[in-house]
Structures are given as C-alpha cells and as structure tokens.
C-alpha cells in the first residue's frame, strides 16, 4: 500500500521530536522529487506499513521515523496506552518501574514513559542508569510496582530498539506476578495503544517521577549472591564478557560478592556500546561472537568463559575441551540448561518440593532429569512470559540460553544469577576433580545422549516465512535423517497443555524431535533439532552417532523449508 502525502503529513504533525520530523520531512521531500523518487517512496510506506504492533513482546523494531519504527512517538503512544490499561483495571494512583539499556533512545524513551505515567496520575519509579533487563523484573516484584517497562532490544542488531512490559502488583497475582505480559493483556493493552491519539496530544509531566538510587541494584546484588554458598567457592578464573552491553558492572560485582574475584573482563567488549563494534550480532549464541572471550581465556588460563548478551539476561558458555580445536568449546542452551537442571534438582531433591520448566523447542532432558529427582515438570511455550508463570516453579530454561534460577525475585531469564550459578558448578567440579563434560557424560549416561542443534534462517522479506510455513503444512517432511515421520503435530491447534502458537512439531520412529517456527522476536525462520542415542558405556561413540544423526536432520529440514 502506497502511503500519502497527507498521511506522511499528519504524522509529521504529531511527532514530539524534532529529529524525527525532520527524518520524515526529508524523506517526504525526496519521494516528490525527480530523483531517487521510488526509492523515497518505497522507504516510506514501509516506514507507514501499518503501526509497530504491540504484543506480547512489547514493541520491538528498527529505530526511526514513522508508526512502524521504534520512536519517540510511538513509546509516548505506548505509554499512554499502558497508563489507559492501568488506571482501569488497577487504580488511579497505578505504579510502573521502568528500566533501560545503553541502545541508541533507551534513556530518552524511558524519560517520556516516566513522563506520560506521572501525567496520568501514576507513580512512576525510574532507575538511575543504564542496568541489565534482570534488575528491572526484579525492580518490579521487590517494588510491588503493578508494571514495569525495560527499554531494550536485548540482543537485537544496533538499529533496533524495544519496548518490554511487566505486570505485577496489584495488576496480577498468583505465579504471574511480575512476568512479561501474556493475552488477553496484550491485547487490552494495544487496544489502549490505539485510542490514545496523536502522541503531540499526549500529556507530558515535567517532573514528578522518583528517580531511584541504587537501592534496587544493591538489594538485587545482595539476592544475587545470596543464592551461592560462599564457603563453596574458590579462586577459578573465569573471562567474562558483556557482549558491549550494560551488565558487565553488575556481573562482575555479583561475582565479587559470591566468592568469585579471578574475573577477567574482555577489554573491548566491556563497556556500553550501542554500535557493537566487535561483533557482527551482539549475541552470545553468533558465530564468532566469543572469538575474543576465548582468545583472553587462552592467554589468561582461565577455567571458564561466561557471556552476557547486551542487556544481560541471558547467560552462554564455553569450557575448556582438548577434543576440539582451539581447546575451547561453547556449550549449547540446552547443555547450560541441564548442567542447570542437574545442580539445581540435588538442592530440590532435599525438600521435595519443586517444579521445573522448559520451552516446548528445548530439550526433553530436562523432564527426565526432574524425574529422577522426585520432580516434576512442565513444558511450556516459547518465551520466559510463559515459562517464568509456571505455577511452583524452581527452575526454568529455553534452549536460546535464557535460564531463571531464583523465580522468587526474578520472573524472567537472568543472564548474570545464572552465570553465578554456573560459576559455582565450575568450582564444584573442580573441586571433584571433574571437568564440565565429565558431567555431561554422566547426565548422557543415565538418561540417554540428548543431542540439540538450532537451524535458523534470516530473512528480509518476512513473507517467505508465512510462505514456508505454508508449504510445511500442506506438504511436510514425511521421513526426516532416514527415519519414518510417525507424529506430526500443528501447534497453532492447541492442546489441553499448551495455547495455540504457530509451529510444527515433527516426531520420528527413532525418537528424533524436529519443531519448526517463525522467530518471535527477529525476521528467522527457527528449526529446533533433537536426537536421542542410548548410551551403554562409550559416550564419544553416542556422540559421534548423535552428530551424523543431527547433520542428516539438518539437511532434510533445509530442504523441507525451501528456504
């Protein structure tokens, strides 16, 4: 649909800021023109595609000029919104924590939500400086504030930011309160979203929002590390990075006070940087993102590698395997999650009481392993709104290296508990004289080898994904790494366990797991592989199988996709 001149125009009107309305102005000035005309225009009516829809993700997107960008505009419409939403279904005098990263607008999108709140009647509590998604959940449960808003694109590329909401307080209670946002509130917020006007319309206060010291921080850093047994702990070296984000302070401070004080810290990656300048995707999980962290582990002899992705609320890792080359190697989500799992279950076992939970795209290792310790488990929907809700949960994860391992204080991935989680695993190892894939083995070794791989594509027109999704249901894979397909399952039908969501799950004779999905929060086609192989004594041989398995897997899957 091609975006009017009136359209650009009325826009333009309502925009508060003056950098933007100068963007589109030119824009709208060049589409006129006589030369480069059609490019100008066909900028704009994607700038003009429709609003930037509010979910339960938030709003995510490319920064920019237009309703269909990350702006100015937009977060003050989304604010009002949010304010409609909580002044309605809570109380006029609704509190809201807001939080935000170092991202290019974080600070000043936070400013405006602070403002619109407090003109709406609200009490708004906004943090001090740039800190990590993590401190913001628990901003809300340790407040009782009935929202929360982070202003982060987390791992996104630098032209993205994002806007993620919280509810809790007196908006929700039960194992929901203070988890990410799920329907029908999503909804009822976007229809907020939509009556709240032209954002130049919208109230602005000029003050009246707290401005938090660093109460909130100092008490997240003390539950932090409260959740390690300091007389565990010894001197492990251990590299850290950031990722160029905003955890690297708190991380390094939280392993401080557990115990953890041999903390190298790569040096290019180590302070807020909204152009990632080292990697070509600030994400833990892209190749070549932990080049540097492993190139200090070697020089510094260090005994693990722990990385943050930007706003530090998901947790990789690497250890130290002579198998390889390098020395080094990167464990995958679902091995940190049951290296997680197995810890965190010996701890459970003792009280008998506890749940686990994982995604539905995760491993099934984890359900096995709450098994064999008297606990049960839930699988879930993609995404921590759902694990993090999980009614008695003790520990949740999702493959994408997201893992919550204190629900109490933070109903949301932490990327820096679980580094001091795995930090602890690391001196208990080593204080056993065991190494990380020593337990590995063992795990494989009573429950079977669990073997995941993810196969992603990226793409720019987002209608290739709807259109392979398409031909997957019409026409999918009937045998997958020489194995008959005996289940396949439409997830956008429902069950009585899980909501409906869009996916394809694929079962195979031998045991083999495929789901395919279109990426919640990125333009990705997203496959999640799995095989499991029986292991009787040799676990390398189990590996081996499990490899070619996987390899077979993912050029069945490649060639179903189309893609």
Not at 390 to 410: H, K, N, S, W
Request: with cysteine; charged share 20%.
């Amino acid at each position: 649909m091609t975006v009017t001149a009136d359209e650009v125009r009325a826009w333009i009107a309502a925009d508060p800021d003056e950098t933007t309305r100068a963007e589109l102005t030119a824009l709208l000035e060049r589409a006129q023109g006589e030369d480069d005309r059609e490019t100008a225009q066909a900028d704009l009516d994607d700038r003009f595609a429709g609003p930037l829809e509010f979910g339960t993700a938030g709003l995510r997107g490319a920064l920019g000029a237009g309703p269909h960008r990350m702006n100015r505009a937009v977060v003050i419409r989304a604010a009002a919104g949010l304010s409609a939403f909580l002044a309605a279904e809570v109380a006029t005098d609704f509190t809201v924590a807001i939080g935000y990263d170092a991202r290019y607008g974080s600070a000043q999108f936070a400013q405006d939500t602070a403002a619109v709140v407090t003109a709406a009647g609200g009490k708004a509590f906004l943090l001090p400086e740039p800190l990590p998604t993590p401190v913001l959940a628990f901003a809300v449960r340790h407040l009782g504030t009935d929202a929360g808003v982070m202003v982060t694109a987390s791992h996104n590329p630098p032209q993205d930011n994002g806007y993620k909401v919280y509810l809790g307080g007196r908006a929700v209670t039960g194992a929901g309160q203070g988890a990410q946002i799920v329907p029908p509130f999503d909804a009822k917020i976007a229809e907020r979203i939509a009556a709240a006007g032209p954002a130049v319309d919208v109230p602005l206060a000029d003050g009246g929002w707290e401005v938090l010291g660093d109460e909130v921080r100092e008490a997240y850093l003390a539950r932090v590390a409260s959740l390690i047994p300091t007389r565990h702990t010894r001197g492990i070296r251990i590299v850290l990075t950031p990722m160029h984000g905003v955890g690297g302070a708190t991380a390094v401070e939280a392993l401080r006070r557990a115990g953890f004080t041999d903390v190298h810290v790569v040096a290019k990656q180590a302070e807020p940087d909204p152009d990632f300048p080292t990697v070509a995707f600030p994400n833990p999980e892209e190749p070549g993102a932990l080049d540097l962290a492993l190139e200090l582990a070697r020089a510094v002899d260090a005994d693990v590698v722990l990385a943050n992705d930007p706003d530090a609320d998901r947790c990789s890792m690497a250890v130290p395997d002579r198998s390889v080359e390098g020395g080094w190697r990167q464990l995958t989500g679902d091995e940190i999650g049951s290296l997680l799992g197995a810890q965190t279950g010996v701890a459970a076992a003792l009280t008998g009481r506890g749940v686990f939970a994982s995604s539905i795209v995760s491993s099934r290792l984890l359900a096995k392993i709450a098994a064999s310790h008297g606990l049960e488990h839930r699988t879930t929907l993609t995404g921590f709104k759902w694990i993090a809700r999980t009614e008695g949960l003790t520990f949740g994860y999702e493959e994408a290296i997201g893992y919550c391992v204190d629900p109490e204080a933070v109903r949301d991935k932490d990327g820096i508990s679980a580094a001091l989680r795995l930090a602890y695993l690391a001196a208990q190892l080593h204080d056993d004289g065991q190494t990380f894939t020593d337990a590995l083995d063992e795990l494989a070794l009573r429950h079977g080898l669990h073997a995941t791989s993810p196969l992603s594509v990226r793409v720019e027109d987002l209608a290739l994904i709807g259109e392979a999704m398409a031909r997957l249901r019409t026409g999918g894979p009937t045998t997958l790494a020489g194995s008959p397909v005996i289940t396949t399952t439409d997830l956008a039908e429902g069950s009585d366990e899980l909501p409906p969501t869009d996916g394809l799950l694929y079962l195979t004779a031998a045991g083999d797991r495929v789901i395919i999905r279109p990426s919640g929060t990125e333009p990705k086609l997203k496959a999640y592989l799995e095989v499991v192989v029986p292991v009787t004594g040799d676990v390398a041989a189990a590996r081996r199988t499990a490899a070619d398995r996987l390899k077979q897997l993912r050029a069945d899957v490649s060639a179903a996709t189309g893609l």
